[in-house]
């Protein structure tokens, strides 16, 4: 029953590793999202994909990629990891049809410990 | 965004107290706007909305303010319960829905004593 999933919930890992974050949402919505929360809980943009397509691609080092395969999933894959990149991802999807309301609905996140 | 320091603001409130969480946003030409709760260890829910066209939302026990002319948002909540002990944030979205760009506050926690 849960509208927006992502998995795992917990992911700690050494620094060099490479991880991914799956995200799935039955909402039937058009655009997915990534969040980045830090330390201070300031909630940053990431990445947002339409319908597969990718349309915001925020100030991200490239070690980050996002992957689409359909337009109800959004993954995150991250290069070799280091400690700066440790923090809770979000995953996040909205309708975004014209004319609709903006408000995003969110997934519990994803807390990632780089060691 | 400015770093705040090490601490989120926070706001203590008594039980059955009304409480009152401010937000400044930044863009002028923003014309959407929204109040998220994050408890801990969730993701942030949707609470209230509001648009530039309006300077007043009521919902259930709470109420956000806007006054654009010195982009200042607020959100009241009303006979406050432990259960909204949260981390509360505003966003503003600068592309008028286009973008559905998002930028959020800083966040204010709040805590309510029984």
């Known amino acids: 029953d849960t509208a927006v999933s992502q998995t795992p919930k917990y992911l700690v890992t050494q620094m060099g590793n490479d991880k991914s974050i799956k995200c799935e949402q039955n909402?039937?919505?058009?655009?997915m999202y990534w969040y980045k929360q830090d330390s201070k809980k300031f909630l940053k943009i990431m990445f947002s994909?339409?319908?597969?397509?990718?349309?915001i691609n925020e100030t991200v080092p490239n070690r980050f990629s996002p992957k689409s395969p359909d337009k109800a999933h959004l993954n995150l894959h991250i290069n070799s990891l280091e400690l700066g990149d440790s923090a809770v991802y979000f995953c996040?999807?909205?309708?975004?049809?014209?004319?609709?309301?903006?408000?995003?609905?969110f997934g519990s996140g994803t807390q990632l410990s780089v060691l | 965004g400015e770093s705040v320091g090490l601490h989120l603001p926070t706001l203590s409130v008594q039980e059955g107290d009304n409480s009152i969480i401010n937000c400044a946003y930044s863009?002028?030409?923003?014309?959407?706007f929204i109040w998220y709760k994050q408890e801990s260890g969730k993701g942030p829910q949707f609470i209230i909305d509001?648009?530039?066209?309006?300077d007043k939302r009521q919902g259930q026990r709470v109420t956000v303010l806007l006054n654009k002319t010195v982009k200042h948002l607020s959100l009241q909540i009303a006979a406050t319960q432990p259960g909204d002990s949260a981390v509360y944030f505003c966003?503003?979205?600068?592309?008028?829905?286009?973008?559905?760009?998002?930028?959020f506050g800083k966040g204010t926690k709040l805590s309510v004593k029984p």
């Open positions: 996040a999807s909205s309708p975004r049809r014209a004319g609709t309301n903006e408000k995003l609905f």
């Open positions: 909402l039937g919505h058009d655009t």
């Open positions: 994909y339409n319908n597969k397509e990718l349309i």
């Open positions: 863009n002028s030409a923003s014309d959407y």
């Open positions: 509001i648009r530039s066209n309006m």
């Open positions: 966003a503003e979205n600068p592309n008028g829905g286009s973008q559905g760009n998002l930028i």
